[in-house]
T-cell receptor
Framework: GENVEQHPSTLSVQEGDSAVIKCTYSDSASNYFPWYKQELGKRPQLIIDIRSNVGEKKDQRIAVTLNKTAKHFSLHITETQPEDSAVYFCAASNSGGYQKVTFGTGTKLQVIP | IAGITQAPTSQILAAGRRMTLRCTQDMRHNAMYWYRQDLGLGLRLIHY???????GKGEVPDGYSVSRANTDDFPLTLASAVPSQTSVYFC????????????FGPGTRLTVL
């Protein structure tokens, strides 16, 4: 089955700096890579996703890059703000049929004002 | 109901007792999932259902069972609870399975003593 590794487990940045979270996956058939944000005590919510037919996707201050050859993908947050503080999860799945999503172990991001 | 709901919000349970966690969605999504979230381990899939009438095992199914009698409901049952099942449980749903956005419920915090 799929195995997703996520690094780092914790990350502290100064407000306004950039944050990068990296994930690797094992199943070359995976072609859908979502990122979820979970604020303290809340449920995970999708913030951005990317499919294997593109290498990069941006949404305002958030971007995701995908390298299918190396089987890794990354989340980039620019101009970080205190409200970006949360746990971020990467995930991978194969869209062929109703496939399960495998999550990484999460990165706790702290943005220091 | 708007979205996906879970009940109870929290529960303290004696070991050996039977417990059913409830999950209901009103989005007419085909796929539903149960995850457990433990510190440092991320979200681990317990069971899933691609459509009403079908279920499948996830990464950590032992000690848990599910049913999917209709599209809206996906209860999770612990037949005889053990302390290692202490966790936060999230139900989720998606329209087209693993390659689509997952919408999470608010979670159930379960403590088994």
């Amino acid at each position: 089955g799929e195995n997703v590794e996520q690094h780092p487990s914790t990350l502290s940045v100064q407000e306004g700096d950039s944050a990068v979270i990296k994930c690797t996956y094992s199943d070359s058939a995976s072609n859908y890579f979502p990122w979820y944000k979970q604020e303290l005590g809340k449920r995970p919510q999708l913030i951005i996703d990317i499919r294997s037919n593109v290498g990069e996707k941006k949404d305002q201050r958030i971007a995701v890059t995908l390298n299918k050859t190396a089987k890794h993908f990354s989340l980039h947050i620019t101009e970080t703000q205190p409200e970006d503080s949360a746990v971020y999860f990467c995930a991978a799945s194969n869209s062929g049929g109703y496939q399960k999503v495998t999550f990484g172990t999460g990165t706790k991001l702290q943005v220091i004002p | 109901i708007a979205g996906i709901t879970q009940a109870p919000t929290s529960q303290i349970l004696a070991a050996g007792r039977r417990m059913t966690l409830r999950c209901t969605q009103d989005m007419r999504h085909n796929a539903m999932y149960w995850y457990r979230q433990d510190l440092g381990l991320g979200l681990r899939l317990i069971h899933y259902s691609n459509t009403a009438g079908t279920t499948g095992k996830g990464e950590v199914p032992d000690g848990y069972s599910v049913s999917r009698a209709n599209t809206d409901d996906f209860p999770l049952t612990l037949a005889s609870a053990v302390p290692s099942q202490t966790s936060v449980y999230f139900c989720a749903s998606s329209d087209r399975g693993g390659s689509d956005t997952q919408y999470f419920g608010p979670g159930t915090r379960l403590t088994v003593l």
